[in-house]
């Protein structure tokens, strides 16, 4: 069993799409090891998307991302980083295969409903970041 780590972003949260997205989750297969509600700090926003720090959408990404609540979710499965993945789509919703969340809920490529880890390093540092090992359960 592999690990990821997702995001429900302030846009679905705020939109009300937070109850449909997990029931996607769910519906994927995922075991949800563990969840909560938050609303993301500025310097935490900053920490999280550094590896994007260059790019020209970062300041626009780390106000959004600490614009109002979220959902962060740490998710088991079988492969489970390329599960979510697949689940969610495409950056750019444009792009995103149908019936996929970012498809179904995203308003468009920043304000994109769910973040997704894109390997399983960093899906461990990421569920490090959001949930001490106590708020997971076994
Ligand atoms: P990902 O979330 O699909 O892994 P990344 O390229 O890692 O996509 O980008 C991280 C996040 O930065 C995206 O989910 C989206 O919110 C935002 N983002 C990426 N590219 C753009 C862009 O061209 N304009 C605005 N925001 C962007
Ligand atoms: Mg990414």
Redesign the pocket.
Same mark, same amino acid.
């Given at each position: 069993m592999a690990r990821t780590f997702a995001i429900i972003?302030p846009d679905a949260v705020q939109n009300g799409h937070a109850g449909n997205i997990i029931a996607h989750v769910q519906k994927a297969g995922f075991r949800i090891l563990g969840m909560k509600l938050t609303q993301i700090s500025l310097p935490q926003a900053r920490k999280f998307?550094e590896?994007?720090a260059e790019? +020209? &959408?970062?300041g626009?990404?780390v106000e &959004?991302?600490s614009s109002g609540p979220s959902v962060v979710l740490a998710l088991e499965a079988d492969n489970a980083v390329a599960l979510w993945?697949e689940t969610?789509g /495409?950056? !750019?919703p444009a792009e995103a295969a149908e019936g996929t969340i970012?498809k179904l809920y995203a308003e468009?490529? +920043?304000?994109?409903a769910?973040?997704? /880890? !894109?390997s399983d390093e960093n899906a461990a540092i990421e569920i490090a970041f959001f949930f001490s090992g106590t708020e997971l359960v076994g």
């Open positions: 972003k998307y590896v994007h790019r +020209g &959408f970062y626009e990404l &959004f991302m993945r969610i /495409s950056t !750019d970012r468009n490529k +920043g304000r994109n769910v973040h997704g /880890s !894109d």
